[in-house]
């Protein structure tokens, strides 16, 4: 089962090092990377091709693409129109069976956690989706706290009527299942796809991981 983490990205040079490292440290093989920038003015650009060139393998001028022990990165960057049409264009590009939004600045647990996610399920009858918790860190990346929501032992989308009790980015769906992010929603178009993405599932599974940080 390959996994897809999209990243979106305007301006991030100083969080998308530790989200690009979490990323590439994972034990877990079968992984792309796929970051969606929207034409950032600042260092965002040259510290993916700094990554790319520290990794051995330089990319396309525009377009990225890196491989390195089954792990790939690819990139784009170009205006957008906003955090919803890149998460969009970002669903095109992927080829996983799964999805993970995973911001700049956010990273997995640990190493391991796409490994251990994936071992929580039968690979011959795969969930839908699969969730799990957030751990809250500063900006140096270091435990604070858990997330004051706690995603619930079972989880549907009538569990949304509490708030968002699962984070986006521990909300991970088969990429067959996923729809549009809905722009005519400028801020909770998140809570919107997540929603309509329960109602469509056949089995929801709970990992009964701490998956981000």
């Not at 301006?11 to 034409?39: C, F, M, W």
């Not at 990273?107 to 251990?116: A, G, H, K, M, Q």
Request: overall charge neutral.
């Amino acid at each position: 089962m390959k996994l897809s983490v999209i990243t979106v990205t305007f301006n991030a040079e100083k969080t998308l090092e530790r989200t690009l490292k979490s990323v590439l440290e994972q034990t877990y093989p079968d992984l792309e990377h796929l970051i969606v920038d929207g034409a950032s003015v600042d260092g965002t650009v040259e510290l993916i091709r700094k990554t790319e060139k520290e990794t051995g393998k330089q990319g396309e001028r525009e377009n990225g693409k890196r491989e390195e022990s089954g792990k790939v990165l690819k990139w784009t960057s170009e205006p957008d129109h906003g955090l919803y049409d890149a998460m969009n264009k970002a669903i095109g590009m992927a080829s996983g069976d799964y999805l993970c939004f995973l911001n700049a600045g956010d990273t997995f647990f640990s190493p391991d956690t796409v490994e251990r996610m994936m071992q929580t399920f039968n690979p011959e009858n795969p969930p839908d989706i699969l969730y799990g918790e957030t751990a809250i860190v500063d900006d140096k990346g270091s435990f604070l706290h858990m997330r004051r929501l706690k995603a619930p032992r079972k989880l549907s989308w009538k569990s949304f009527k509490q708030g968002m009790v699962v984070c986006h980015q521990a909300f991970i769906v088969k990429r067959e299942l996923a729809e549009p992010y809905d722009l005519s929603y400028r801020f909770s178009s998140d809570f919107d796809w997540c929603i309509r993405l329960m109602k469509k599932a056949a089995s929801i599974h709970n990992t009964r991981l701490t998956l981000i940080n």
